[in-house]
Protein backbone atom coordinates (compact mmCIF):
# COMPACT_ATOMS: atom_id res chain seq x y z
CA UNK A 1 0.00 0.00 0.00
CA UNK A 2 1.53 3.57 -1.06
CA UNK A 3 1.60 5.68 2.12
CA UNK A 4 3.76 8.51 0.07
CA UNK A 5 6.72 7.31 1.90
CA UNK A 6 5.45 9.67 5.34
CA UNK A 7 5.77 7.76 8.42
CA UNK A 8 2.57 7.64 11.23
CA UNK A 9 4.81 9.48 13.63
CA UNK A 10 5.23 12.83 11.52
CA UNK A 11 1.60 12.71 10.21
CA UNK A 12 -0.41 12.28 13.43
CA UNK A 13 0.45 13.39 17.02
CA UNK A 14 -1.03 12.33 20.35
CA UNK A 15 -3.08 15.06 22.23
CA UNK A 16 -4.97 15.09 24.99
CA UNK A 17 -8.23 16.61 24.28
CA UNK A 18 -10.96 17.73 27.42
CA UNK A 19 -13.49 15.40 27.70
CA UNK A 20 -12.09 12.96 24.89
CA UNK A 21 -8.87 11.88 26.35
CA UNK A 22 -5.91 10.93 24.12
CA UNK A 23 -6.87 12.01 20.49
CA UNK A 24 -4.72 11.84 17.05
CA UNK A 25 -4.43 15.10 15.73
CA UNK A 26 -2.85 16.11 11.80
CA UNK A 27 0.53 17.00 12.31
CA UNK A 28 1.21 18.47 8.96
CA UNK A 29 -1.90 19.11 6.35
CA UNK A 30 -3.24 15.93 5.26
CA UNK A 31 -4.56 14.80 2.26
CA UNK A 32 -7.30 12.63 0.88
CA UNK A 33 -6.65 9.09 0.47
CA UNK A 34 -3.27 9.22 1.94
CA UNK A 35 -2.67 5.97 4.48
CA UNK A 36 -1.89 7.47 7.62
CA UNK A 37 -1.55 4.53 9.76
CA UNK A 38 -1.03 0.70 8.68
CA UNK A 39 -1.15 -1.50 11.68
CA UNK A 40 -0.38 -5.40 12.77
CA UNK A 41 -2.88 -6.58 15.66
CA UNK A 42 -1.56 -6.91 19.09
CA UNK A 43 -3.39 -9.62 19.68
CA UNK A 44 -5.96 -11.61 17.28
CA UNK A 45 -8.72 -14.21 18.34
CA UNK A 46 -11.70 -15.64 16.86
CA UNK A 47 -14.77 -14.34 16.65
CA UNK A 48 -16.15 -17.96 17.08
CA UNK A 49 -17.70 -19.58 20.19
CA UNK A 50 -15.30 -22.84 20.62
CA UNK A 51 -17.87 -25.41 22.05
CA UNK A 52 -20.20 -24.61 19.29
CA UNK A 53 -21.17 -26.38 16.14
CA UNK A 54 -20.58 -25.76 13.07
CA UNK A 55 -17.05 -24.48 14.30
CA UNK A 56 -14.94 -21.43 12.62
CA UNK A 57 -14.24 -21.74 8.84
CA UNK A 58 -11.85 -19.91 9.56
CA UNK A 59 -7.66 -20.53 10.32
CA UNK A 60 -7.69 -19.46 14.14
CA UNK A 61 -4.35 -17.41 12.99
CA UNK A 62 -4.62 -15.52 10.11
CA UNK A 63 -8.36 -15.46 9.65
CA UNK A 64 -8.33 -16.20 6.22
CA UNK A 65 -11.01 -18.87 4.98
CA UNK A 66 -9.70 -22.65 5.79
CA UNK A 67 -9.46 -24.82 2.75
CA UNK A 68 -10.14 -28.71 2.81
CA UNK A 69 -6.60 -29.09 3.73
CA UNK A 70 -7.16 -27.34 6.72
CA UNK A 71 -6.12 -29.26 10.27
CA UNK A 72 -7.23 -28.83 13.65
CA UNK A 73 -5.61 -28.90 16.69
CA UNK A 74 -5.35 -33.08 17.92
CA UNK A 75 -4.84 -31.88 20.97
CA UNK A 76 -7.35 -29.08 22.53
CA UNK A 77 -9.62 -29.73 19.22
CA UNK A 78 -10.64 -26.42 19.58
CA UNK A 79 -8.62 -24.50 16.89
CA UNK A 80 -7.72 -25.30 13.11
CA UNK A 81 -5.34 -23.71 11.05
CA UNK A 82 -4.34 -23.42 7.44
CA UNK A 83 -2.22 -26.52 6.78
CA UNK A 84 -0.10 -24.87 3.77
CA UNK A 85 1.32 -21.70 5.75
CA UNK A 86 3.18 -21.94 9.44
CA UNK A 87 -0.07 -20.58 11.11
CA UNK A 88 -0.56 -23.11 14.26
CA UNK A 89 3.03 -21.90 15.20
CA UNK A 90 1.14 -19.54 16.95
CA UNK A 91 -0.29 -21.79 19.09
CA UNK A 92 1.60 -21.71 22.29
CA UNK A 93 1.64 -24.77 24.44
CA UNK A 94 0.11 -22.99 27.26
CA UNK A 95 -2.85 -21.93 24.92
CA UNK A 96 -3.46 -25.38 23.74
CA UNK A 97 -3.04 -27.09 27.32
CA UNK A 98 -5.68 -24.22 28.80
CA UNK A 99 -8.45 -24.85 26.13
CA UNK A 100 -8.11 -28.48 26.00
CA UNK A 101 -8.97 -28.72 29.43
CA UNK A 102 -11.67 -26.03 29.10
CA UNK A 103 -12.88 -28.69 26.57
CA UNK A 104 -12.58 -31.69 28.50
CA UNK A 105 -13.68 -30.55 31.76
CA UNK A 106 -15.64 -27.43 31.66
CA UNK A 107 -17.60 -27.29 28.41
CA UNK A 108 -20.74 -28.00 30.61
CA UNK A 109 -19.97 -24.87 32.57
CA UNK A 110 -20.72 -22.62 29.20
CA UNK A 111 -24.22 -24.27 28.87
CA UNK A 112 -26.09 -21.77 30.69
CA UNK A 113 -23.87 -18.66 29.67
CA UNK A 114 -24.59 -16.36 26.30
CA UNK A 115 -22.25 -18.14 23.55
CA UNK A 116 -20.26 -14.85 23.94
CA UNK A 117 -18.85 -15.79 26.76
CA UNK A 118 -17.05 -18.56 25.11
CA UNK A 119 -15.97 -15.66 22.83
CA UNK A 120 -14.43 -13.24 25.76
CA UNK A 121 -12.94 -16.61 27.22
CA UNK A 122 -10.88 -16.90 23.86
CA UNK A 123 -10.05 -12.96 24.11
CA UNK A 124 -8.76 -13.80 28.21
CA UNK A 125 -6.62 -16.85 26.69
CA UNK A 126 -5.27 -14.63 24.14
CA UNK A 127 -4.21 -11.64 26.59
CA UNK A 128 -2.33 -14.23 29.35
CA UNK A 129 -0.48 -15.87 26.26
CA UNK A 130 0.59 -12.51 25.54
CA UNK A 131 1.96 -11.87 28.91
CA UNK A 132 3.96 -14.87 29.03
CA UNK A 133 5.29 -14.13 25.51
CA UNK A 134 6.13 -10.39 25.55
CA UNK A 135 5.42 -8.73 29.29
CA UNK A 136 5.72 -5.17 27.48
CA UNK A 137 2.97 -6.01 24.86
CA UNK A 138 0.51 -6.64 27.70
CA UNK A 139 1.64 -3.91 29.42
CA UNK A 140 0.13 -1.84 26.54
CA UNK A 141 -2.74 -4.00 26.33
CA UNK A 142 -3.52 -2.97 30.05
CA UNK A 143 -2.53 0.89 29.48
CA UNK A 144 -5.32 1.12 27.17
CA UNK A 145 -9.03 3.07 27.58
CA UNK A 146 -11.12 1.15 29.73
CA UNK A 147 -12.01 0.55 33.22
CA UNK A 148 -14.00 -2.93 34.43
CA UNK A 149 -18.40 -1.79 34.85
CA UNK A 150 -19.82 -3.46 37.47
CA UNK A 151 -22.72 -4.15 34.82
CA UNK A 152 -20.41 -7.02 34.14
CA UNK A 153 -19.67 -8.82 37.23
CA UNK A 154 -21.65 -11.55 36.54
CA UNK A 155 -19.20 -12.27 33.28
CA UNK A 156 -16.20 -10.97 35.18
CA UNK A 157 -17.12 -13.82 37.60
CA UNK A 158 -17.99 -16.77 35.84
CA UNK A 159 -14.70 -16.10 33.33
CA UNK A 160 -12.19 -15.40 36.35
CA UNK A 161 -13.18 -18.92 38.59
CA UNK A 162 -13.15 -20.62 35.35
CA UNK A 163 -9.67 -19.69 34.30
CA UNK A 164 -8.01 -19.85 38.05
CA UNK A 165 -9.49 -23.82 37.45
CA UNK A 166 -8.27 -24.50 34.60
CA UNK A 167 -4.41 -25.63 34.23
CA UNK A 168 -1.49 -25.24 33.61
CA UNK A 169 -1.37 -22.00 35.71
CA UNK A 170 -2.03 -18.10 34.32
CA UNK A 171 1.30 -16.83 33.36
CA UNK A 172 0.81 -13.53 35.31
CA UNK A 173 -0.13 -11.90 38.59
CA UNK A 174 -4.00 -12.65 38.24
CA UNK A 175 -7.48 -11.21 39.79
CA UNK A 176 -10.90 -10.64 39.43
CA UNK A 177 -9.84 -6.87 38.99
CA UNK A 178 -7.54 -7.63 36.12
CA UNK A 179 -10.06 -9.74 34.28
CA UNK A 180 -12.50 -7.22 34.56
CA UNK A 181 -9.91 -4.70 33.38
CA UNK A 182 -9.16 -6.58 30.72
CA UNK A 183 -12.66 -7.58 29.47
CA UNK A 184 -13.18 -3.46 29.55
CA UNK A 185 -10.24 -2.92 26.98
CA UNK A 186 -11.61 -5.28 24.71
CA UNK A 187 -14.75 -3.75 24.58
CA UNK A 188 -14.17 -0.30 24.14
CA UNK A 189 -10.78 -1.03 21.90
CA UNK A 190 -11.45 -4.25 19.92
CA UNK A 191 -11.68 -4.30 15.97
CA UNK A 192 -13.71 -6.61 14.27
CA UNK A 193 -12.75 -8.14 11.51
CA UNK A 194 -15.29 -9.22 9.37
CA UNK A 195 -16.82 -11.63 7.45
CA UNK A 196 -16.54 -11.26 3.41
CA UNK A 197 -19.66 -9.27 2.20
CA UNK A 198 -22.39 -10.24 0.45
CA UNK A 199 -25.52 -8.19 -1.14
CA UNK A 200 -27.83 -11.05 0.74
CA UNK A 201 -25.74 -11.15 3.74
CA UNK A 202 -27.51 -8.20 5.74
CA UNK A 203 -26.09 -8.69 9.47
CA UNK A 204 -22.27 -9.88 8.60
CA UNK A 205 -20.65 -11.08 11.19
CA UNK A 206 -17.59 -10.67 12.39
CA UNK A 207 -14.73 -13.34 12.13
CA UNK A 208 -12.17 -12.31 14.53
CA UNK A 209 -11.44 -9.48 16.68
CA UNK A 210 -7.67 -7.94 16.74
CA UNK A 211 -6.43 -5.41 18.91
CA UNK A 212 -4.68 -2.67 17.37
CA UNK A 213 -2.82 0.07 20.11
CA UNK A 214 -1.91 2.64 17.94
CA UNK A 215 -5.36 2.39 15.95
CA UNK A 216 -6.95 2.76 19.10
CA UNK A 217 -6.09 6.47 19.67
CA UNK A 218 -8.57 7.80 17.28
CA UNK A 219 -11.52 8.81 18.89
CA UNK A 220 -15.25 8.77 17.34
CA UNK A 221 -17.07 11.00 15.04
CA UNK A 222 -20.09 10.44 13.47
CA UNK A 223 -19.07 11.97 10.41
CA UNK A 224 -15.38 10.75 10.04
CA UNK A 225 -12.72 12.23 8.26
CA UNK A 226 -10.68 9.01 8.15
CA UNK A 227 -11.91 5.35 7.76
CA UNK A 228 -10.63 1.75 8.33
CA UNK A 229 -9.69 -0.44 5.74
CA UNK A 230 -8.55 -4.03 6.10
CA UNK A 231 -7.51 -6.70 3.42
CA UNK A 232 -7.89 -10.07 5.32
CA UNK A 233 -8.52 -12.55 2.45
CA UNK A 234 -5.73 -10.85 0.45
CA UNK A 235 -3.01 -13.62 -0.12
CA UNK A 236 0.17 -11.18 0.92
CA UNK A 237 1.93 -11.29 4.50
CA UNK A 238 0.38 -8.93 7.00
CA UNK A 239 -3.35 -9.57 5.65
CA UNK A 240 -4.77 -8.92 9.66
CA UNK A 241 -3.42 -5.34 9.76
CA UNK A 242 -5.50 -2.17 9.42
CA UNK A 243 -5.46 0.67 7.34
CA UNK A 244 -6.48 3.82 7.85
CA UNK A 245 -6.86 6.24 5.03
CA UNK A 246 -8.02 10.08 5.00
CA UNK A 247 -11.56 10.23 3.37
CA UNK A 248 -10.92 13.85 2.47
CA UNK A 249 -7.88 16.56 3.26
CA UNK A 250 -7.52 18.30 6.45
CA UNK A 251 -5.51 20.61 7.74
CA UNK A 252 -2.37 20.55 10.20
CA UNK A 253 -3.95 20.69 13.86
CA UNK A 254 -7.28 19.26 13.62
CA UNK A 255 -8.35 15.04 15.23
CA UNK A 256 -8.31 12.92 12.95
CA UNK A 257 -11.66 10.55 13.65
CA UNK A 258 -13.10 7.50 12.59
CA UNK A 259 -16.55 6.50 13.08
CA UNK A 260 -16.97 2.97 15.30
CA UNK A 261 -20.17 1.65 13.51
CA UNK A 262 -21.47 2.40 10.42
CA UNK A 263 -22.00 5.66 9.74
CA UNK A 264 -25.81 5.62 8.60
CA UNK A 265 -27.11 4.40 12.04
CA UNK A 266 -30.00 6.85 13.32
CA UNK A 267 -29.23 9.37 15.81
CA UNK A 268 -30.73 7.26 19.06
CA UNK A 269 -29.26 3.70 17.79
CA UNK A 270 -25.28 5.96 18.02
CA UNK A 271 -25.97 7.36 21.12
CA UNK A 272 -27.21 4.13 22.75
CA UNK A 273 -24.34 2.66 21.05
CA UNK A 274 -21.89 4.98 22.29
CA UNK A 275 -22.97 5.36 25.85
CA UNK A 276 -23.07 1.36 26.55
CA UNK A 277 -20.26 -0.21 24.95
CA UNK A 278 -17.99 3.35 24.96
CA UNK A 279 -19.12 5.25 27.52
CA UNK A 280 -19.33 8.73 26.54
CA UNK A 281 -22.34 11.05 24.78
CA UNK A 282 -21.68 12.33 21.40
CA UNK A 283 -21.68 16.13 20.72
CA UNK A 284 -20.75 15.91 17.36
CA UNK A 285 -21.56 18.43 14.70
CA UNK A 286 -23.94 16.15 13.08
CA UNK A 287 -25.37 14.82 16.63
CA UNK A 288 -25.95 18.51 17.73
CA UNK A 289 -28.14 18.79 14.59
CA UNK A 290 -29.96 15.53 14.58
CA UNK A 291 -30.36 15.89 18.15
CA UNK A 292 -33.46 18.04 17.75
CA UNK A 293 -35.37 15.75 14.92
CA UNK A 294 -38.06 13.23 15.55
CA UNK A 295 -37.75 9.58 14.98
CA UNK A 296 -39.66 9.89 11.57
CA UNK A 297 -37.62 12.79 10.60
CA UNK A 298 -34.72 11.22 10.87
CA UNK A 299 -35.48 8.99 7.99
CA UNK A 300 -37.13 11.43 5.66
CA UNK A 301 -34.60 14.44 6.07
CA UNK A 302 -31.72 12.07 5.03
CA UNK A 303 -33.31 10.70 2.10
CA UNK A 304 -34.53 14.07 0.90
CA UNK A 305 -31.09 16.10 1.64
CA UNK A 306 -29.29 12.98 -0.04
CA UNK A 307 -31.35 14.14 -3.10
CA UNK A 308 -30.87 17.27 -2.91
CA UNK A 309 -26.94 16.93 -2.26
CA UNK A 310 -26.47 14.84 -5.17
CA UNK A 311 -28.21 17.62 -7.67
CA UNK A 312 -26.58 20.33 -6.32
CA UNK A 313 -23.41 19.49 -5.28
CA UNK A 314 -22.77 21.75 -2.97
CA UNK A 315 -18.68 23.24 -2.55
CA UNK A 316 -19.89 25.10 0.97
CA UNK A 317 -20.51 21.93 2.44
CA UNK A 318 -17.19 20.41 1.30
CA UNK A 319 -15.35 23.29 2.81
CA UNK A 320 -17.01 23.03 6.39
CA UNK A 321 -16.22 19.42 6.46
CA UNK A 322 -12.65 20.06 5.79
CA UNK A 323 -12.68 23.14 7.80
CA UNK A 324 -11.38 25.39 5.47
CA UNK A 325 -13.74 28.06 5.83
CA UNK A 326 -13.80 28.33 9.92
CA UNK A 327 -14.82 31.72 10.69
CA UNK A 328 -18.01 31.39 8.73
CA UNK A 329 -21.20 31.58 10.21
CA UNK A 330 -23.05 28.08 9.65
CA UNK A 331 -26.21 28.12 7.83
CA UNK A 332 -29.12 26.81 8.77
CA UNK A 333 -29.97 23.82 7.84
CA UNK A 334 -31.92 20.31 8.56
CA UNK A 335 -29.26 18.07 7.44
CA UNK A 336 -26.09 20.09 7.04
CA UNK A 337 -23.90 16.97 6.68
CA UNK A 338 -25.84 15.65 3.13
CA UNK A 339 -22.66 16.22 1.23
CA UNK A 340 -20.95 13.32 3.37
CA UNK A 341 -23.17 10.93 2.65
CA UNK A 342 -23.68 11.79 -1.25
CA UNK A 343 -20.23 11.72 -1.79
CA UNK A 344 -18.56 9.25 0.81
CA UNK A 345 -21.51 6.63 1.52
CA UNK A 346 -21.29 3.50 -0.32
CA UNK A 347 -24.38 2.90 -2.67
CA UNK A 348 -24.51 -1.34 -2.98
CA UNK A 349 -27.32 -2.69 -1.34
CA UNK A 350 -27.02 -3.86 2.47
CA UNK A 351 -23.20 -2.60 2.25
CA UNK A 352 -23.59 0.88 4.07
CA UNK A 353 -19.59 1.22 3.92
CA UNK A 354 -17.57 4.58 3.74
CA UNK A 355 -15.86 5.97 0.35
CA UNK A 356 -12.42 6.80 0.71
CA UNK A 357 -10.37 7.95 -2.40
CA UNK A 358 -7.23 5.74 -3.29
CA UNK A 359 -4.19 6.51 -2.22
CA UNK A 360 -2.86 9.89 -4.31
CA UNK A 361 -0.51 8.86 -6.75
CA UNK A 362 0.63 12.42 -7.84
CA UNK A 363 -0.37 15.84 -6.43
CA UNK A 364 -4.19 15.59 -6.98
CA UNK A 365 -6.02 13.52 -5.08
CA UNK A 366 -7.47 10.24 -6.85
CA UNK A 367 -10.82 10.60 -8.56
CA UNK A 368 -11.14 6.87 -7.58
CA UNK A 369 -13.25 6.03 -4.07
CA UNK A 370 -12.85 2.35 -2.86
CA UNK A 371 -15.29 1.14 -0.36
CA UNK A 372 -14.43 0.01 2.68
CA UNK A 373 -16.74 -2.75 3.54
CA UNK A 374 -17.73 -4.14 -0.33
CA UNK A 375 -13.99 -3.25 -1.90
CA UNK A 376 -16.18 -2.05 -4.92
CA UNK A 377 -14.12 1.43 -6.57
CA UNK A 378 -16.62 4.02 -8.10
CA UNK A 379 -15.60 7.19 -9.40
CA UNK A 380 -15.92 10.52 -7.45
CA UNK A 381 -18.81 11.90 -9.18
CA UNK A 382 -19.68 14.45 -6.99
CA UNK A 383 -16.25 15.83 -6.43
CA UNK A 384 -15.73 15.74 -10.35
CA UNK A 385 -18.96 18.17 -10.16
CA UNK A 386 -17.40 20.63 -8.19
C1 LIG B 1 -10.76 3.64 21.45
S1 LIG B 1 -10.64 4.79 22.75
C2 LIG B 1 -10.05 6.25 21.96
C3 LIG B 1 -8.84 6.83 22.69
C4 LIG B 1 -9.12 7.39 24.05
N1 LIG B 1 -9.57 8.78 23.95
C5 LIG B 1 -7.90 7.30 24.98
O1 LIG B 1 -7.66 8.23 25.75
O2 LIG B 1 -7.24 6.27 24.94
C6 LIG B 1 -12.36 5.09 22.97
C7 LIG B 1 -12.66 5.99 24.15
O3 LIG B 1 -12.30 7.34 23.85
C8 LIG B 1 -13.29 8.24 24.32
N2 LIG B 1 -13.93 8.88 23.16
C9 LIG B 1 -13.87 8.49 21.87
N3 LIG B 1 -14.55 9.32 21.06
C10 LIG B 1 -15.06 10.29 21.85
C11 LIG B 1 -15.88 11.43 21.62
N4 LIG B 1 -16.31 11.74 20.38
N5 LIG B 1 -16.23 12.20 22.68
C12 LIG B 1 -15.82 11.88 23.95
N6 LIG B 1 -15.04 10.79 24.23
C13 LIG B 1 -14.67 10.01 23.21
C14 LIG B 1 -14.28 7.42 25.11
O4 LIG B 1 -13.84 7.38 26.45
C15 LIG B 1 -14.14 6.04 24.50
O5 LIG B 1 -14.50 5.00 25.37
Redesign the pocket.
Known amino acids: MNDGGAKAETLLRIAEIE?????LVAAQPLRAGQVILRESPLLLYSAFPFLSSPSSPYCDHCFRQLSQSARKCQSCSLVSFCSYRSCSASHTPWLCESLRWIHQSYSAAFSDQPPERQVQARFLLASYDLAANSPSDFQLLLS???NGDPADSAAVNFLHSLLSAVCPPIPVSFSPEITAALLAKDK??GFGLMEPFSVSNEKRSVRAYGIYPNT??????CLPNACRFDYVDSDSDGNTDIVIRMIHDLPEGREVCLSYFPVNMNYSSRQKRLLED???K?V?DRCKVESSWSEGEEEEDENEAMEEMEDEGKQEEMEDLEGGEEEEEEEESSFPHAYFFARYMCEKENCFGTLAPLPPKTHDASRVLECNVCGSLKEDEVGVKQ
Open positions: GRGRSLQGVNSFFNHDYGFCC
